[in-house]
């Protein structure tokens, strides 16, 4: 079971970055591990320099990775970083999710329209796109400066990150794709773009960003089969539809008796569950 306990705090959804790293110089962490924290970790506000990128640039160099180059769009408020582990060419990029203060941010999210993906193939969110479009010139330049040493490529993010990093895997063709928290990005023409990389995509429990787009709004599926994360932290990658809606009205049954009255808490846990932290506290040991 995780022992980092579950966190209904609204910080924890609204200001996931201030929390301190996860990451210790002595852990062991897997890929999954690794971008659940690095999806949280893009959350830290590293375009403002100083302080704020120097935590970010430590907490990356606990787990050997050097030299993050970060990545912004202000027109769309998005955001981004790369960064290398030079012992074993292993390079990730992350990607921002949505900021609840930032107009723009919520703007690209309720973009339900689909517009045509020229970059691969198929349909996608207009807003997702706008976003992945004004990073686009500045990843790619990331990704030509550091052919050479990477020698494999990894790409994640939470929420509108997660989306962000779903349509930059149709692109650069990186060796997996792990997303957090993910909503429906595309058709299945796009999808059917993704068949070469290897997907893992982590649902927690009740969270309702997930299941965004609805699927009765146009053609919208999503990219990669859903890994279950239970209402106690636990990984139920193969749970069944029955099981997931059995433990979605425990879980939202012992949210209303312990967490939504107290003073802090979000309200209910369909979005609580949305929070960084609490997947991070399911793949991070």
Known sequence: ??????????????????????????????INGLCAEFARLAYVRYENGGAERQRLEQ????????????????????????????????????????D??????????????LTPWTESAGQVHAGFAGAARGLREAVNNWLNETGATRTQLVLTGHSLGA???T??????????????GSPRV??????????????TRYVDCCDLI???????????????ESNYITREGALAPHA??????????AAREDYLLNYAWRTGDVVVRDLADHAPINYVRSLVP
């Open 59 to 98: 907490a990356l160099a606990l787990v050997g990775f050097q030299g993050a180059v970060t990545f912004d769009y202000a027109a769309a408020d998005a955001h981004g970083f790369g960064a290398v582990r030079h012992a074993d060419g292993l390079a990730v990029l992350a990607f921002r999710g949505t």
């Open 186 to 199: 595309g058709d299945a023409t796009f999808v059917a773009t993704l068949n070469g990389v290897s997907i």
């Open 210 to 224: 997930t299941d965004l787009p609805p699927p009765t709004i146009s053609s919208y599926v999503h990219a990669g």
């Open 1 to 30: 079971m995780p022992t980092i306990p579950y966190d209904p705090s609204l910080d924890a959804l609204d200001s996931p970055g201030l929390r301190p790293t996860v990451f210790t110089d002595d852990g062991n962490y897997d």
């Open 240 to 249: 069944d539809d029955a099981f997931v809606q059995a433990d979605r009205i």
């Open 100 to 113: 609840p203060q930032s107009l723009s941010d919520i703007a690209d999210d309720v973009k339900f329209n």
């Open 163 to 165: 989306a962000i990093a």
């Open 167 to 180: 349509l930059f895997a149709s692109t650069c063709a990186p060796n997996a794709l792990v997303t957090i």
